[in-house]
């Protein structure tokens, strides 16, 4: 099993950098795919980035691409999502999720393959 913790949420201007945090307890997340989604205002949640549980592999989601980085340190059980040039767009509950996988270089973007979810954090993008 897997609880996640998220942190790192907050108001900032367009054009920002912010860093969000999860981190990870149980014996699980060695083995997990980790993966960011987030959910705006009366939208369906969507998937942000994903992270083979050895690090290796990454994805994105096209709106996100060449601005946000997945990243992860088994050691401390942690998965960390970096933000740049943020938009209004991206304004969102922000929630981390883990994946049990069986190997060590995948990921996925389906929310239904993920097992285990955090309670979010608010990024709000507005000047």
């Known amino acids: 099993q897997v609880q996640l913790t998220e942190s790192g949420g907050g108001l900032v201007q367009p054009g920002d950098s912010l860093e969000l945090s999860c981190v990870a307890s149980?014996?699980?997340?060695?083995?997990?795919?980790m993966g960011w989604f987030r959910q705006a205002p009366g939208m369906e949640r969507e998937f942000g980035a994903g992270?083979?549980?050895?690090?290796?592999?990454?994805i994105f989601t096209e709106s996100v691409t060449g601005r946000f980085a997945i990243s992860r340190d088994n050691a401390k059980k942690s998965v960390s999502l970096q933000m740049s040039s943020l938009k209004p767009e991206d304004t969102a509950v922000y929630y981390c999720?883990?994946?049990?996988?069986?190997?060590?270089?995948?990921?996925?973007?389906?929310?239904?393959?993920?097992?285990?979810w955090g309670q979010g954090t608010q990024v709000t993008v507005s000047s």
């Open positions: 999720a883990a994946g049990i996988r069986p190997y060590a270089d995948e990921t996925t973007y389906r929310s239904d393959e993920y097992d285990y």
């Open positions: 149980g014996p699980a997340f060695s083995t997990s795919a």
């Open positions: 992270i083979s549980w050895n690090g290796a592999r990454t």
